[in-house]
């Protein structure tokens, strides 16, 4: 990659020639980490493209660096960013942040009202999600739209979440509310507003103490990479326990 400058962009119907690229990477990458990764076809990377539903990441000599698409579910009001994958020539230069930052924009221009939502075991793209607004939340506060459930069928830790009734599993569930964060911008803004205007003292720190019982993800994100691996810890040990799964698991990584 040396002497090359990447381009990430919305991809369009030119970019069609890279999905065979694209998917057999996205094979060859879930085969390498033991997961069970949703597939998908050529025909359906190409539809992405030709929808304005994708985000590529490109050499300026042309070469296929990287790539991500958007599915929404329930009626458009739930949105996922899936299908992250990064050339492994590229991997290590922030080319999947690049790749996520993008298609959230994206996302949040094409569908401005709908929660966008991740499933994901990779510390790595959960810090990147934090960056960009998200929250870590249940699994119940996800879309319940079926189609979108079948996807991790093809997981080997399926039977995790089957086993519990589909309210927990290894990948931990993280949200964007735009709903939310406009309430958050709001009382912000009333916050700074307030300050502006130099309040007493003892309305300043009513305030403060508002905002301090919101549990932030971005503040505490060392402690929440702990409980993951917690997590993650009994979750494992509990399904070997009861002998379900066939033996050893491995981490799931859904890459949204």
């Not at 309430?183 to 912000?188: A, G, I, L, T």
Request: charged content about 30%; overall charge positive; some cysteine.
């Amino acid at each position: 990659m040396e002497n090359q400058h990447i381009i990430v962009r919305v991809a369009t119907p030119d970019d069609i020639h890279y999905s065979n690229t694209i998917t057999d990477e996205m094979e060859s990458s879930a085969k390498a980490r033991g997961t069970g990764i949703a597939k998908r076809s050529p025909a359906y990377v190409e539809l992405k493209m030709m929808e304005g539903k994708a985000v590529i990441a490109v050499t300026d000599k042309g070469e296929w660096v990287g790539f991500c698409y958007i599915e929404a579910w329930g009626h458009e009001k739930f949105v996922a960013n899936s299908g992250l994958i990064v050339n492994p020539a590229f991997r290590g230069h922030g080319v999947a942040k690049s790749i996520k930052v993008k298609i959230f924009e994206l996302s949040r221009k094409k569908y401005p009202d709908a929660k966008i939502f991740g499933l994901t075991t990779g510390l790595a793209v959960m810090k990147i999600n934090s960056d960009l607004g998200y929250e870590p939340v249940t699994y119940s506060e996800l879309t319940d739209d079926e189609e979108f459930w079948k996807g991790c069928q093809s997981c080997v830790n399926f039977d995790i979440l089957t086993g519990k009734g589909r309210k927990n599993c290894l990948c931990t569930a993280m949200l964007y509310d735009p709903v939310e964060k406009a309430k958050e911008e709001e009382e912000k803004a009333k916050k700074i507003a307030e300050e502006k205007n130099k309040l007493s003292v003892t309305s300043i720190g009513s305030s403060g103490r508002e905002e301090r019982k919101r549990r932030r993800f971005k503040g505490n994100f060392k402690l929440f990479e702990r409980w993951v691996r917690f997590k993650r810890y009994v979750l494992l040990k509990s399904t070997r326990r009861d002998g379900s799964g066939g033996g050893r698991k491995k981490f799931f990584l859904f890459n949204f």
